[in-house]
C-alpha cells in the first residue's frame, strides 16, 4: 500500500463530486485493497482511488511517473480486466479533480465523459 495516511477529506469531498455527477457510493470497507470507492449508477460502476498531492501538475506530466505506486496497486486488485478503474486526482491549489481512467498498460485523462457531464478542465 502506498505510504501516508488516508486522505479523508479528499475522500469525503470525492463522495459530494460522485454524488454531482449523479452516483452513488460505498466506502471500501477491506483495509487491503487499494481503493477508496465504489460508484455506481444504472449506467455503469467504477472502483476509484482517491489522490491528494502537494504540488502543481506540469501539463506535460506523465502520470505513470507522478503517481506509479497508485497506479500499480490500481492495476494489481482483484476485479476482472475490463472493470473500470479510476484515480481521481488532485492538487491542494487546483479545486477540481482531475479523473484518470486506469487501464492494464495506459493511463487515460477523461475531458469530457457524456453521461456525467463533466468537464475537466485540465484536459489536453
Known amino acids: 500500500m502506498t505510504r501516508g495516511k488516508?486522505?479523508?477529506a479528499a475522500i469525503d469531498?470525492?463522495?459530494?463530486?460522485?454524488?454531482?455527477?449523479?452516483?452513488?457510493?460505498?466506502t471500501n470497507?477491506?483495509?487491503?485493497?487499494?481503493y477508496n470507492l465504489?460508484?455506481?449508477?444504472?449506467?455503469?460502476?467504477?472502483?476509484v482511488?482517491?489522490?491528494?498531492?502537494?504540488?502543481?501538475?506540469?501539463?506535460?506530466?506523465?502520470?505513470?511517473?507522478?503517481?506509479p505506486d497508485d497506479l500499480r496497486e490500481v492495476r494489481a486488485l482483484p476485479f476482472p480486466p475490463w472493470?473500470?478503474?479510476?484515480?481521481?486526482?488532485?492538487t491542494r491549489h487546483e479545486r477540481v479533480w482531475r479523473r484518470l481512467r486506469v487501464y492494464p498498460t495506459v493511463v487515460g485523462e477523461i475531458g469530457w465523459w457524456g453521461p456525467d457531464?463533466?468537464?475537466?478542465?485540465?484536459?489536453?
Open 49 to 67: 482511488r482517491v489522490r491528494q498531492t502537494t504540488y502543481r501538475i506540469d501539463p506535460d506530466t506523465m502520470y505513470e511517473n507522478l503517481i
Open 6 to 8: 488516508k486522505p479523508t
Open 117 to 124: 457531464d463533466y468537464t475537466n478542465p485540465h484536459a489536453r
Open 38 to 47: 465504489f460508484i455506481f449508477k444504472p449506467e455503469t460502476a467504477c472502483i
Open 83 to 90: 472493470f473500470p478503474k479510476e484515480i481521481w486526482l488532485r
Open 29 to 34: 470497507e477491506h483495509p487491503d485493497l487499494a
Open 13 to 26: 469531498e470525492a463522495k459530494k463530486f460522485a454524488e454531482k455527477m449523479g452516483y452513488r457510493w460505498q
